[in-house]
């Protein structure tokens, strides 16, 4: 091609593609159109259902090719996503974790993704990285890690699992036929993501023991020390312990200074599953935590306790070249990037090179709110859970064990079929939706659960759950009449 003509079809290109970078006024302009959308979004959620079920019109969110405009788009959003569904964002949505996600939070992302600034090394944003590793350095002093610990930031508890895993199995040098031989330890109250983590690392044959739990969904320490000592004298190779601090059914936290010592006792990797409860160690539920600083690798979900938006999990683990042995890896382009100190960038430390700014998600809200709201609104959660609890028993509901943090059940003693009436109660209070609960399975018994953890679930977020459970307590007694 001629230059002449090559320049020409470049010029072409450019006015069009010149579409992609609004100018200032437009920016302006659609930044007063969104302004006006949140901010109508956020007043309209006290007031709104919390889970809408209803079906989506698929055919609306159709990518045609063809340029829309905002406001039809915002439109579209609004009734094919926001109202349908459940509403995390909702103070309502006390049915799974997590739920809210403060402004500060989406003012961290937006900043990021413009500016797009590349967090996964330090030659590329060195400030970039700096945060990052200040937010890892803040989650080391509040569980009580070591300086010389090493984290990072994931998508969330999935991913952190996945590193913490990958870490102990790489230590103990797990593969090959030392796999079907291997033995963890964990309980049925664990989350699902472990099994899900160990697939994905290569131990799907790996030896699992439930241990037994005791009357409040703990791991039962004795069982677990027997469990040990039998595996070994049978030429097992134990390896790995995973405790909760904070399960999801029931929000239990594992005795875990007992566990640590048990795994120090005969030389195992101790990992403590925090995502859910871990940020209540701030709170006046800290001494239940004691242990959790003795772990060689712990999981800790900010988008749960932190109230920050879905996307950001965080593992510490406390042996570096663990991690660095199952993550760092480098070409021949990114030679101009290495650095002695592997363990600063955090592409090393986890699957994901291209790494995602998250870190400004949470530094800029601890920056601009400081600890005490967080730690106020922990403490909040915590005796809204007694407050909910003690108004069902006046319904005449059961309740299950105290938990240790904001997670419980409940059921309605039915005297025929009890199963079968809870589902038919959960069907109806979902059809109402004023607030979502979800349930689960305790011992083959059919229970209501509530999760308490959004920043927006306040008293009288609970007395509408009530209100609500009370009319559709009436309502299943009327039906099945």
Not at 38 to 63: A, G, H, V
Not at 84 to 102: D, E, M, R
Not at 103 to 127: C, H, K, R, T
Not at 245 to 253: E, F, M, P, R, S
């Amino acid at each position: 091609m001629q230059e002449d003509d090559l320049i020409n079809l470049i010029s072409q290109y450019e006015i069009k593609s010149a579409e992609l970078e609004i100018n200032l006024s437009k920016r302006k302009e659609i930044n007063d159109i969104v302004a006006k959308f949140t901010n109508d979004f956020i007043e309209r959620l006290p007031y709104s259902k919390s889970f809408i079920n209803k079906n989506i019109q698929k055919e609306r969110l159709e990518i045609s090719g063809l340029p829309h405009s905002l406001e039809e788009l915002l439109l579209k959003y609004s009734d094919e996503v926001i109202e349908t569904g459940i509403k995390p964002a909702s103070g309502g949505h006390i049915g799974y974790i997590p739920g809210g996600g403060i402004f500060a939070g989406a003012i961290g992302d937006f900043l990021a993704a413009v500016s797009n600034v590349y967090a996964g090394v330090s030659f590329a944003s060195p400030g970039a990285v700096a945060i990052e590793n200040e937010v890892i350095n803040w989650l080391k002093k509040i569980f009580g890690f070591p300086q010389n610990a090493v984290g990072n930031l994931a998508s969330g508890g999935s991913v952190s699992n996945l590193i913490a895993l990958a870490a102990a199995r790489d230590k103990f040098q797990i593969k090959n036929d030392k796999v079907i031989t291997s033995v963890i330890y964990l309980t049925t109250q664990s989350h699902h993501c472990i099994q899900k983590a160990l697939r994905i690392i290569g131990l799907e044959d790996v030896i699992i023991r439930y241990v037994t739990l005791d009357n409040y969904f703990k791991m039962d320490t004795m069982a677990l020390k027997q469990q040990i000592e039998t595996d070994l004298a049978n030429d097992l190779n134990p390896f790995l312990i995973i405790a909760s601090a904070g399960t999801t059914d029931v929000g239990a936290i594992d005795p875990l200074d007992e566990i640590a010592g048990i795994a120090k006792r005969f030389n195992l990797w101790f990992h403590v599953d925090a995502a859910y409860g871990g940020f209540f160690i701030m709170t006046s539920k800290k001494d239940l935590f004691k242990g959790i600083e003795q772990a060689d690798s712990l999981v800790v979900d900010p988008h749960k306790g932190m109230f920050l938006p879905y996307g950001i999990g965080a593992v510490l683990i406390k042996d570096a070249s663990s991690v660095l042995h199952a993550n760092h890896y480098s070409g021949n382009y990114m030679q101009d990037a290495v650095i002695d100190d592997l363990a600063i960038d955090p592409a090393n430390l986890s699957p994901e090179l291209t790494k995602h700014f998250r870190g400004l998600r949470m530094w800029l809200p601890l920056q601009l709110h400081g600890e005490e709201p967080f730690i106020a609104c922990l403490e909040e959660k915590l005796l809204l859970t007694e407050y909910f609890r003690q108004k069902l028993l006046l319904l005449g509901f059961k309740v299950g064990p105290a938990p240790d943090l904001s997670v419980s059940y409940f059921w309605y003693p039915a005297s025929k079929d009890a199963n079968k009436f809870n589902r038919t109660l959960m069907q109806n209070i979902h059809k109402d939706g004023s607030v979502f609960l979800s349930s689960t399975l305790i011992d083959e018994h059919f229970v209501i659960r509530m999760a308490i953890l959004s920043f927006r679930t306040k008293r009288y977020t609970i007395d509408k759950a009530i209100d609500m459970i009370k009319s559709a307590l009436e309502s299943t007694k009327h039906g099945l009449a």
